[in-house]
């Protein structure tokens, strides 16, 4: 907790210092920093500017907000955020590209420490600079547009603090220029979410990531700046720290609800579906952002991830989750809910606990598990080799092997799934 309050300080000071250099004199300062510029690109990045010192301001008003929230994360046994600068990116070893995207490339590197983190900044060849380049000509006002969508990213990143945001270890600004900033942020680092494996893994591995995207969308509803859209919502912009989801590319995440006159302005679009928002007196679509969020969390992870191969028990109340959230009639809270209601039943053991199972198995105690004395195989199962599940009780093993010709015999172990099976 402590040093995530220093952490907190030290983007502060670091904020205090931007902010002095940038707007102390007023607009009037930057134009004239960037005089160079056509017209036009003065103009798209004084609105960027602008945007970031609303987020640099948000980061300041809420500095309570972050250590009441870092205590909370003591709790949950959360990792204490190392605090990296500029020095620690000059020791870095190993580096190694990882990926890019639109706007940013990201690198891994090794620390002094031993520990390795991902680097991301912003990617000079990369299409976002391209099409600007296409536009204005202009390397140095596309560079500096691309870069405030990154400082942008890295504010959200201290603003938000949740188990599914990754975590931003340290950030570093070097100014080669007056304005021409190079900014690195550095991050937790993880690995590419595969939807392509995790199709393969069993249900309770698939369920755990929808688990943890719809407590992030929890988050994200009720959030310290009011409730935030993913507008880019696709499962590259996750991935996986130690098996647990988080989201890593923020950069495109709105922090209001949409601006409208009338209902019609508010209509959800989707390319297969639309859905109707309400315009609220004040002008805004309200709920408008969790509802996208959940629809999108509806068709890119729970079709695919959440009814396949489920535990027969669950069927009924995973198609009623389907079909709640695929028509968005319930928000994320009750969403949540009923997320917690399959996981209690689940780790209830769904009434598999008929003991007559058992009888005709005899009982050898100290034995350990052989991964190549598999003979027989299972799918899904958490090795390649053999067939190994996740059960409540051996009378569930066993249930599970009476139905299978080839299975004579099964070993249960100490390891233990996340929901504790
Ligand atoms: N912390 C991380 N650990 C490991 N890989 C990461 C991390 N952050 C990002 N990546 C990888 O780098 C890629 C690019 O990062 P990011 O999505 O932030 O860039 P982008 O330019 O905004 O991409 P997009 O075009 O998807 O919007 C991601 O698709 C992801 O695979
Ligand atoms: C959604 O709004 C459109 C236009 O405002 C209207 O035509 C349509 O009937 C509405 N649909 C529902 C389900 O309310
Ligand atoms: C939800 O259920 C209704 C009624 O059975 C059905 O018409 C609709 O297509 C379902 N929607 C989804 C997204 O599954
Ligand atoms: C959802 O739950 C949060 C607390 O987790 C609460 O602050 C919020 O008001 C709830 N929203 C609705 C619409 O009930
Ligand atoms: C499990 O058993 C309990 C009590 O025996 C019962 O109330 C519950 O409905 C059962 N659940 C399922 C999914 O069969
Ligand atoms: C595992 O089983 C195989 C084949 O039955 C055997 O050759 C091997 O020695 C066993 N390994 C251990 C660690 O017991």
New binding site residues.
Partial sequence: MKGHIIFSAAALILIALYLKFFISGGCSNISFLYSQHSQQMRREIMERHKDLVFFYQTLSGIKENVIVEASRYKEMDYEVPQILTCKDLTYMTELEFIGSGFTKVVVKGTLLNGKSIALKSIHGKGNDIKQCLQQYGDYSGCHRLATYKLQKEIALLQILHHPGIIQLHGQCYVNSAPSDIRVTAMLELGSPLEMIQLLQTPWEERFKICWELVQLL?YL??SPMGSIALLDFQPRQFVLVDGSLKVTDVDDASTEEPMCNQDADCMLTFPDRTFNVTCSESGRCMGSNEKRNLYNAYRFFFTYLLPHAAPPALQPLLADIMNMTGEVYI???KTVKAFEEVLNLYKSGMNHSQAQNLHDYNVLRGFRMNDTDGNFRCWPSYNHKGCLLSVHSAAEAAEFCNGRPQCRNFVISQQRTWTGK
Avoid: V
């Fill in positions: 929890r509803a009720n928000g994320i809270n």
